[in-house]
């Protein structure tokens, strides 16, 4: 999600390519007008969105309010959505709705047997208006219950245009073209790249797109299922190559200590906000939404990207991530949860969000027009196109345990290693012994 090149043109067709890009179609509809059948009923709709995502969230849960006359109410969980989620549930306060992040997430309520599978309506919605894998994502033993809602292209790095103008730099194709080019934007005042490393879910996914693109995408797939184990050479290799930027004081803001005191939001806002620390920062297209919103950047001119750079050689890595939407069985109001779900699966709805930024559908049917600026449109254009050949957010498919829990597993392990990166075969055994306890429990 991030990049500029000498055009906005040659920078999205570039990733078009990396994507196999074709057009998209259908139209969105007016969110208005509506039966008003569900007047009186309340849904609560727990999300880990906060800030601009919150904001923009809320404009779509208006949007359902206007349509059917039910009124809605956001609860942010925070990362620690299993967590959280289950508290609630033992608590007596489950939501209806519940916006998971990561497939493991929704597999694990699943086999709890706290999902409400999708109905007809909302299956035959999916069918028809998404690539087969984000149905196979959403699915637990061949039974439905996750719509993705929300997607995320994870292979882009935003930077600031007058950053790299200034050093003299153009984008770069490859990863150690990019750290070269590192060291010019830091040779020319900046830092090179803002890391956000106090949320541990950002290191994993630096580790994906270089594991996917030096690796390859069977050997992705065989650690996403833990087939493979995390002591592999390949990861070791990995976490070697993700050495070289996180022991290179020179290329973070801040250095390791800074790195690690930055959040998500502040990593954008070193880049995009008043008083710039550094030139690049790697995450998905949400960053975009983050920069327009809080920043007030106009993307595709004072933020742009390039697609995260091929790995010794490798094919320049896709990966994808995204929110699915389930109804809990404890919730207590199913049937205003399930219309709640059969709006999400509309071009409508995802349109709502769409028009504000910082948000991507994997819905086909979505028109293109619907998004605000010609970068993010390319994106969500390319995206779609690429169907069932994404590879999704590695993090995301693992236990909760493992794989997205703030303080443990994978998120700590890379924390650590990006506090001391000098032993990645180390690292490699800490994170097998946290996956196979992960995997068995």
């Known amino acids: 999600?991030?990049?500029?090149?000498?055009?906005?043109?040659?920078?999205?067709?570039?990733?078009?390519?990396?994507?196999?890009?074709?057009?998209?179609?259908?139209?969105?509809?007016?969110?208005?007008?509506?039966?008003?059948?569900?007047?009186?009923?309340?849904?609560?709709?727990?999300?880990?969105?906060?800030?601009?995502?919150?904001?923009?969230?809320?404009?779509?849960?208006?949007?359902?309010?206007?349509?059917?006359?039910?009124?809605?109410?956001?609860?942010s969980t925070g990362d620690n959505v299993s967590t959280v989620i289950g508290s609630k549930i033992e608590g007596g306060k489950a939501p209806e709705v519940v916006m998971v992040p990561q497939v493991g997430v929704l597999q694990q309520f699943a086999k709890q047997g706290w999902l409400e599978p999708l109905s007809k309506t909302a299956g035959a919605a999916v069918d028809a208006n998404y690539a087969s894998v984000w149905k196979d994502y959403g699915s637990v033993?061949?039974?439905?219950?996750?719509?993705?809602?929300?997607?995320?292209?994870?292979?882009?790095?935003?930077?600031?245009?007058?950053?790299?103008?200034?050093?003299?730099v153009e984008t770069p194709t490859t990863y150690d073209a990019m750290l070269k080019a590192g060291h010019t934007v830091s040779d020319s005042g900046l830092a090179a790249f803002s890391v956000a490393g106090q949320d541990g879910w950002t290191l994993t996914d630096w580790f994906e797109n270089i594991y996917l693109s030096q690796a390859g995408p069977e050997k992705y797939d065989a650690l996403a299922t833990h087939r493979i184990k995390w002591t592999d050479p390949t990861v070791v290799e990995a976490l070697t190559t993700l050495g070289k930027l996180f022991k290179d004081k020179q290329l973070m803001a801040g250095g390791q200590k800074g790195a690690l005191n930055t959040d998500f939001p502040g990593s954008v806002e070193k880049v995009f906000g008043p008083k710039p620390q550094a030139g690049m920062v790697y995450e998905g297209d949400f960053v975009a939404g983050v920069a327009k919103d809080q920043f007030g950047r106009k993307i595709g001119e004072d933020a742009n990207f390039f697609p995260f750079p091929a790995v010794a050689g490798g094919k320049a890595p896709v990966v994808s991530g995204g929110d699915a939407a389930v109804v809990l069985?404890?919730?207590?109001?199913?049937?205003a949860a399930m219309r709640f779900l059969e709006y999400l699966t509309t071009p409508e709805a995802s349109a709502v969000w769409a028009g504000a930024g910082g948000f991507l559908s994997p819905n086909k049917k979505l028109d293109l027009a619907s998004y605000g600026d010609d970068v993010t449109r390319e994106t969500a254009k390319s995206l779609v196109a690429a169907g069932d050949s994404v590879r999704f957010d590695m993090s995301d498919q693992a236990p909760a345990a493992f794989g997205g829990t703030k303080g443990a597993g994978e998120w700590k392990i890379l924390q650590d290693f990006l506090r001391d990166p000098s032993d990645p075969k180390g690292t490699a055994a800490e994170l097998e012994s946290a996956a196979a306890k992960a995997y068995q429990g």
């Open 141 to 168: 033993d061949g039974t439905l219950y996750g719509l993705y809602f929300k997607a995320a292209h994870k292979s882009t790095v935003w930077y600031s245009p007058d950053a790299l103008d200034q050093a003299g």
């Open 329 to 335: 069985k404890d919730g207590k109001n199913q049937k």
């Open 1 to 75: 999600m991030m990049r500029r090149r000498t055009t906005l043109l040659a920078s999205c067709t570039a990733l078009a390519l990396a994507l196999g890009a074709t057009a998209c179609g259908g139209g969105p509809v007016s969110a208005g007008g509506g039966d008003k059948s569900l007047d009186g009923q309340t849904i609560t709709v727990a999300g880990v969105w906060s800030g601009s995502e919150q904001k923009n969230f809320q404009k779509v849960l208006d949007a359902f309010t206007e349509k059917t006359g039910a009124k809605t109410q956001f609860v």
